[in-house]
């Protein structure tokens, strides 16, 4: 599949008007998080990546975003989102009990851990939770759809695009802090914005790419 932004890569952003230094350390902290479990145990991780890859299924031309990384990582620092659902269990707690109730299923209705199925097997268990049609007793009071919508989908797409390889995939430059966006109107770009591949063009967008800054 062809680059949308051929060439574009946010990172080149980082010295430039474009970016302050909190903007610089924020970037930062998310290419440095570390990929060892500090929050999950290594069952619950392997559980949440094995989900991840589901959820947000990436390119093999490119290094991965480390969603689950990114999500163990928030829940190490205690960064909370301050708010829940009054059926949700505080949102540690809820990743705890969600990861082990979807183990728990795949154990009871395949034999073998949720990372461990088959694409199609993986997919399906996520949709009996999606619908709220998961019933092992795993999961307690917490509604197996409200941990899939409040929690699992949402943390993990809110994770996939926080992180600058993903930016660099849409053609985002970040935080536009102090220089900020100027054309504001549909279909238009400041010059600093990445260009976007059309009708066969791959070649000039690539080079103009390597000159956004």
């Known amino acids: 599949m062809a680059e949308r932004y051929p060439g574009y890569d946010v990172l080149a952003k980082r010295t430039t008007p474009s970016w302050n230094a909190q903007t610089r350390r924020v970037v930062d902290q998310r290419l440095a998080v570390s990929r060892e479990p500090r929050f999950f145990t290594e069952d619950e991780y ?29 829940l190490a620092r205690k960064r909370h ?9 505080r949102e540690p707690e809820a990743w705890r009990r969600g990861l082990r109730a979807i183990d728990a299923e795949a154990q009871t209705l395949h034999g073998a851990a949720f990372h461990a199925l088959g694409a199609a097997d993986k997919d399906a268990a996520l949709r009996r939770v999606e619908s709220g049609d998961a019933h092992h007793q795993a ?11 409040q929690r699992l989908l949402r943390d993990i797409v809110h994770a996939y695009w926080s992180h600058p390889t993903a930016w660099s995939e849409i053609g985002w430059g970040g935080p536009a802090s102090p220089r900020g966006y100027v054309r504001m109107g549909y279909d238009r ?9 059309r009708d066969g063009d791959d070649a000039i967008a690539r080079q103009e790419n390597r000159r956004v800054g």
């Open 46 to 74: 392997r559980t949440l990546d094995a989900i991840a890859t589901r959820i947000t299924p990436q390119p093999s031309h490119r290094p991965p975003v480390p969603v689950a990384a990114l999500i163990d990582d928030k």
């Open 81 to 89: 989102d301050g708010y829940r659902a009054a059926e949700m269990p």
């Open 139 to 149: 999961w307690g009071t917490m509604p197996p759809r409200t941990f899939f919508k």
């Open 189 to 197: 770009r400041d010059p600093w914005e990445a260009v976007e591949a």
